[in-house]
């Protein structure tokens, strides 16, 4: 089974930085491509990045390109988001999430597993 725990949310500063985390408490994900989604308030559920089981290939939002590093160390069964110059329009919750659709993809309804969520404030 598949257990995903985001960590490295908090409150920063307009064009500060920060990184998030996605532990998998399972050790299931080695061969999952995985993604990170956000939800700001009043808004849907968007997607922010994504990456391939082996690391390799990535996809980005073109609000976060630029910005956002999405990475996954398998070894220790965790993937990164690290995230410069944010804005404002970056607070969200964010969460990651993982597929066993079998290749990346940005959609939301391909993944099978979430995590819970952690909160991300930019001030400005």
């Known amino acids: 089974q598949v257990q995903l725990v985001e960590s490295g949310g908090g409150l920063v500063q307009a064009g500060g930085s920060l990184r998030l985390s996605c532990a998998d408490s399972?050790?299931?994900?080695?061969?999952?491509?995985m993604g990170w989604f956000r939800q700001a308030p009043g808004k849907e559920r968007e997607f922010v990045a994504a990456?391939?089981?082996?690391?390799?290939?990535?996809s980005y939002a073109g609000s976060v390109k630029g910005r956002f590093t999405i990475s996954r160390d398998n070894a220790k069964y965790t993937m990164y988001l690290q995230m410069t110059s944010l804005k404002p329009e970056d607070t969200a919750v964010y969460y990651c999430?993982?597929?066993?659709?079998?290749?990346?993809?940005?959609?939301?309804?391909?993944?099978?597993?979430w995590g819970q969520g952690t909160q991300v404030t930019v001030s400005s």
């Open positions: 399972g050790r299931t994900t080695g061969y999952l491509p």
């Open positions: 999430a993982a597929t066993s659709a079998g290749s990346l993809t940005t959609s939301s309804s391909a993944y099978d597993y």
């Open positions: 990456i391939g089981w082996r690391g390799t290939s990535t």
